[in-house]
């Protein structure tokens, strides 16, 4: 079962996917606006939320995932090194979720933000290789994260480059595509008003993946503003709610 959820307001992907057969499944970067709506998808297909993930700290739009995780019972899941004071569990690299016959790979991918991850998605039903990458704010489709949020920006942007090149490009051709952001959204530099992808149209069409190193970083490093109440809203997603009120 996948169903994806889109927000045009600010070009957002939301994800809710699982297994139907064991009744278990997952949302991964769920929006504080649609909590609700998540819950009652999930209750009328017969699955049990288990996980919440956000494959980073979001910087444009208050992440819902916290408070679904509490409602659904669920665990909310960051990597490791996320930077929140929200209670966690703790996502490593290479590391598995298993929902049933849908099991989930980490990809611990940082240069947007240094806890940035990739989930890669495996339906055993299928067969064992994998069917689709969730990709955060780490790839696009026609184009790739921004790595200034951070600060540290050529420091981040040779970190993206690596992530692409050692990570999602080592995929097979024939794995889809679902990011983040489509156009609209200022997380990234042309981002295509198409919101899915496969890894072999990436290879071939996307810009950024063509170029070296030193190129990507300086192509990488043209950004467009920040997201606006871009401080309040990573003061909300860290758990830091009084200092996300005051600003």
Known sequence: MFRPYYYFDRGCAAYLFGCGTHGVGAVVDARADDVGEYLTFAADKGLRLTHVIDTHIHADHRSGGPELACRAGAQYCVHESADVAIPFAPLQDEGTINLGNTRIKVLHTPGHSPESVCLLVT???????????LTGDTLFV??????????????????????????????PDDVEVYPGHFSGSVCGTGLSGKPSSTMA???????????????????????????????????????????????
Do not use: C
């Open 123 to 133: 339906d055993l039903k299928r067969g064992t290789d994998p069917w689709f990458v």
């Open 142 to 171: 026609g184009a790739v994260g921004r790595p200034d949020l951070p600060g540290r920006v050529r420091e981040n942007a040779r970190q993206l480059y690596a992530s692409l090149h050692e990570k999602l490009l080592a995929l």
């Open 201 to 247: 149209f990436e290879k071939r069409w996307n810009p950024m993946l063509s170029l070296g190193r030193e190129e990507f970083v300086e192509a990488a490093s043209d950004v467009p503003p920040k997201p606006i109440e871009m401080e309040q809203i990573l003061a909300f997603n860290r758990g830091q709610r009084e200092l996300a009120a005051q600003r």
